[in-house]
């Protein structure tokens, strides 16, 4: 029988689950069908559909400091600070949204996600797998690399169309080196959580 708790938590990674795993597909969909082209007008076709997501990911804080999620609250609350204050700059700045940058932004984001939520399903299920840990706690560390310089990039492509708003640059030109120390921090929480997840799961099976 169920709980409560884990019905909101199976339901609520499901609902992340299904929603990025729709937007990765359509965006290879449209890809294979326009080719680059496609790049021009991803973010219109997914834009809302990745924004409610991320905008939900805010929950994941007080999951994890409520104790239904087993992860570091730091490395999550950076990631989700880094996503959700940038996915404004994006939706305020028209111009920058058919840039190729922010396509490869939404698809390494899409990943990291695609990683985490069908192995944070899977626990709730009781049925975790060692394939699936792994590769949450492995592939994301290279793979959150490459989005924070993805996010670098499209920082500062969108520094141009500023404009005359003096503090909304200085606060872009603030924000870059504050991504570079926030993401030090979480790739050294990550990498600490992937070894305690590791040899949680190595004791694990030695007790069977």
């Known amino acids: 029988m169920f709980t409560f708790r ?4 199976f339901s609520y990674n499901l609902f992340q689950f299904s929603g990025h795993t729709w937007i990765l597909a359509n965006s290879i969909a449209r890809f294979l069908t326009f080719g680059r082209d496609a790049l021009a ?9 990745m924004s409610l997501c ?15 999620e087993k992860a570091r609250l730091l490395p999550r609350f950076i990631q989700v600070v880094e996503k959700n204050l940038l996915l404004m700059v994006v939706i305020m700045l028209e111009e920058i949204q058919s840039k190729p940058v922010v396509c490869v932004l939404l698809f390494l984001w899409n990943i990291l996600d695609l990683l985490r939520y069908p192995y944070q399903l ?7 797998s060692i394939t699936l840990l792994w590769a949450c706690y492995t592939l994301r560390i290279p793979l959150y690399i490459l989005s924070v ?5 499209t920082i500062y492509q969108v520094l141009p169309f500023v404009g005359p708003s003096a503090a909304f640059l200085v606060l872009l030109k603030l ?6 120390v926030g993401a030090s921090v979480t790739i050294w929480q990550l990498l600490r959580e992937r070894q305690q997840h590791l040899d949680r799961w190595n004791k694990k099976m030695k007790r069977k």
């Open 6 to 9: 884990q019905v909101y938590t």
């Open 41 to 49: 007008d991803t973010f219109y076709s997914v834009g809302f559909v």
């Open 54 to 68: 991320q905008l939900l990911s805010i929950l994941e804080l007080f999951h994890i400091a409520d104790g239904i």
């Open 122 to 128: 899977l626990c709730v299920l009781d049925t975790p």
């Open 149 to 153: 310089i993805t996010e670098a990039v």
């Open 175 to 180: 924000y870059l080196p504050l991504l570079a």
